[in-house]
């Protein structure tokens, strides 16, 4: 730790000192407000003083930061913490600056952080011309709570009126200007928090597509703005405003949610005080065709995804998903069939729907409907419905048809 090397003498009360402080709320956080000071007469600034911070009840003080920490010199000029508050061993170490907050055994302490009244002690600190105060600057940064107050609330600093009892040695009761200032703490309802535990999880991946959304409603929100859309960010709009906290997606779209594909949805939760935005989530639904073969799925993928892949029956020759009078296999399917029968890839791709009398979703040499896909069809052609059993549910997680 840095030695302290200073004069404590320099201590000694100035007749009268030039100096007046004032209360500035930043902007936009007005429940920040800066302890600013400034003194026409650098000379005669003084070298030590307490102020009284108080804010209107119940509204209350949580804390007090930015404050300069050290003792002044020509890089860093200014008031700092009272010397009373710094910890130095005997060898002249500093191990603790404290803070400016006045302890509670102190005359005239104040009630503390917490409460709506801090007392707070100043103290210039330097060795040698040029390491003084400069004329202004700011003291510290007080954070203000309205602690569920509603409307207007005083905040007011004065130079703290007791003498101290020598722990801050000028003379509080004639100082020249009076060190008083105030401003006010404009308290509303408070904002809501934001909305947090969302269902379907965030990144989620094969959520059904009946899946409604669901989260767990931010402090003091009265109501939620949902917003919502798919496969881009840029995609997601508002949607609707309510009060409850579920909501069903597919009121928006007519339908089901379309099957794998990324959603991205927001809530942002509102009451008198104003919007509190939400974090963006998303999730990926659920596709209808889950083979656990990679080359099958690689397929499907491929070929874009055909719903036909998921009718119940078309691992049997159902192409079109379609019965013809008491016949899933039939002689629509068979017409679809022959149009993609031995076509290599790139003209099967001309065949409208012709991926979809591939039955094995499997390739056998060049061609993706081939003689074992035929065999399949024959077998359940023209057979009556009794006869045609429904594919392999674990193939799919639902079926399209």
Not at 137 to 166: H, I, M, P, Q, S
Not at 228 to 250: H, I, K
Not at 322 to 331: D, Q
Not at 334 to 354: C, E, H, R, S
Request: proline share 7%; hydrophobic share 35%; aromatic share 8%.
């Amino acid at each position: 730790m840095k030695k302290l090397i200073l004069v404590l003498a320099i201590l000694l009360a100035v007749p009268a000192f030039a100096l007046n402080i004032a209360l500035v709320p930043q902007a936009p956080d007005a429940n920040k407000i800066d302890l600013n000071y400034a003194g026409a007469d650098t000379a005669n600034l003084p070298r030590a003083f307490a102020l009284s911070i108080t804010v209107d009840s119940p509204a209350k003080i949580t804390a007090v930061n930015n404050y300069k920490i050290g003792e002044s010199n020509s890089a860093n000029p200014g008031f700092g913490i009272y010397p009373a508050r710094i910890v130095i061993e005997a060898n002249g170490t500093v191990t603790s600056w404290g803070t400016p907050l006045a302890e509670s055994t102190d005359p005239g302490s104040g009630t503390g952080i917490g409460t709506n009244n801090v007392v707070l002690e100043f103290g210039s600190l330097y060795v040698g011309d040029g390491n003084g105060p400069v004329a202004s600057g700011t003291l510290c940064t007080l954070t203000l709570d309205c602690n569920g107050a509603v409307g207007v609330k005083n905040v007011a600093a004065a130079e703290e009126d007791t003498y101290r009892g020598g722990v801050v040695l000028e003379d509080g009761t004639a100082p020249s200007p009076n060190l008083t200032a105030s401003t006010t703490l404009t308290c509303g309802p408070p904002c809501p928090g934001q909305a947090s535990g969302p269902t379907p999880a965030d990144d989620a991946t094969n959520v059904a597509r009946s899946t409604n959304l669901s989260w767990t409603a931010g402090s003091e929100a009265n109501s939620h703005r949902i917003n919502f859309g798919p496969n881009r960010l840029a995609q997601m709009v508002f949607v609707a405003e309510q009060s409850g906290t579920s909501f069903d997606p597919n009121s928006t779209g007519g339908g089901l949610l379309g099957q794998g594909r990324k959603f991205y949805w927001r809530i942002d939760e509102k009451n008198d005080c104003g919007i509190t935005t939400g974090v963006v989530w998303d999730f990926n639904t659920e596709e209808c065709y889950k083979d656990p073969c990679a080359v099958r799925k690689t397929a499907w993928v491929t070929w874009g995804r055909p719903d036909c892949w998921c009718y119940k029956r078309q691992c049997r020759g159902d192409t079109d998903g379609i019965k013809s009078g008491p016949f899933w296999v039939a002689t629509p399917d068979l017409t679809k069939f022959i149009a993609a029968y031995n076509k290599n890839d790139a003209t099967l791709a001309t065949v409208p729907n012709g991926i979809c009398a591939d039955n094995d979703h499997l390739k056998s040499g060049p061609f993706r409907v081939a003689t074992p896909d035929l065999t399949r069809f024959l077998l359940y052609y023209n057979k009556p419905e009794g006869s045609v059993p429904v594919c392999d549910s674990n193939l799919v997680n639902f079926w399209t048809n």
